[in-house]
């Protein structure tokens, strides 16, 4: 019989920038016709328990993952990490370090809203980003939005808060090989988010991707809302050079990122077993 399961490799949920509590993202997933699912917060593993109790309630698969913020150069580049185990020595350290380095931007990006007349207090963040564990630019726009001072996220990102923009000031994250090299050092499984979408397209040269295979790179998650048809068409190619499952995933923030919706992109289940299948999750 053929194998026809609907599998979603990227969410996250509102213990980092998503909107959604992970209890929702699996009632969510289920409500998008999901068999599996992947909670995969930024820099945080503390979703975890509440979307595995979730995944019980509803017949949903949850596969416990993160996106770990990396660098190579100035580019940012994330990576996907399923089934970590998280009491590895050096883990929660190396999470930890990367959530101060997201709090610790604050006071500059409200120095440079301040100055662009859009005061904000930090108080007014932490009101969007509540019992958030990772604190996100998202966040700034939710309070951007809250004061008036954009229409949505999109537009305060697109004017203030990406890459090169006024508001934008970068932040600590271990580059890329490292941040690989953990996540396969914890046992899991390292995937690259996103490849070629925004700022990490020049960075992650076949080249680099080799490089990375040879620390524990198991796959690439070439089909994503940030990709055109030729960069996911080279991608899966690549992947097939490189001896690389393909992954897709929604990367579903809620109703904070539009196009995004859950199950907009899927995993094929034959990728999905030799990835993940055979240590499945809870
Ligand atoms: P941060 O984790 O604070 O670096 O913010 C990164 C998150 O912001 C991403 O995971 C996306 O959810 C969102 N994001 C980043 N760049 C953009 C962009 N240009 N437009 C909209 N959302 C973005
Ligand atoms: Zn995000
Ligand atoms: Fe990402
Ligand atoms: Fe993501």
Not at 25 to 49: E, M, P, Q, R, S
Not at 91 to 117: C, F, K, N, V, Y
Request: glycine share 10%; aromatic share 4%.
């Amino acid at each position: 019989m053929s194998d026809t399961r609907r599998i979603d490799l990227h969410a996250h949920s509102s213990v980092s920038d998503g909107t959604e509590p992970p209890h929702d993202l699996v009632a969510d997933a289920k409500a998008a016709g999901l068999d599996v699912v992947a909670i995969t917060d930024h820099d945080t593993v503390a979703g975890w328990d509440e979307a595995s109790k979730a995944a019980a309630e509803f017949g949903v698969t949850v596969v416990r993952g993160l996106e770990l913020s990396c660098t190579r150069g100035s580019a940012s580049i994330h990576v996907l990490g399923y089934l970590v185990d998280p009491d590895t020595p050096g883990l929660q350290p190396e999470l930890t370090a990367i959530r101060a380095g997201r709090t610790d931007r604050l006071p500059t990006m409200l120095a440079a809203l301040a100055s662009h007349g859009m005061p904000l207090t930090e108080e007014q963040i932490w009101a969007q980003a509540g019992t958030a564990d990772s604190l996100g630019r998202p966040h700034v726009a939710d309070a951007m939005v809250a004061a008036g001072y954009v229409v949505d996220r999109q537009q305060a990102f697109d004017e203030w808060l990406a890459e090169g923009k006024p508001a934008f000031v970068n932040r600590y994250a271990p580059d890329v090989a490292d941040g690989v090299s953990l996540i396969s050092r914890a046992g899991g499984v390292p995937v690259l988010a996103h490849p070629w979408g925004r700022e990490s397209r020049p960075a992650l040269t076949e080249e680099l991707i080799a490089e990375l295979v040879d620390l524990g790179l198991a796959g690439l998650e070439a089909h994503h809302a940030d990709h055109d048809e030729q960069a996911e068409t080279d991608l899966v190619a690549l992947a097939g050079r490189l001896g690389l499952a393909v992954t897709g995933g929604s990367d579903w923030h809620g109703t904070g990122k539009v196009g995004h919706d859950l199950g907009s992109r899927l995993t094929d289940p034959a990728d999905y077993e030799r990835l993940l299948g055979a240590r499945m999750a809870g």
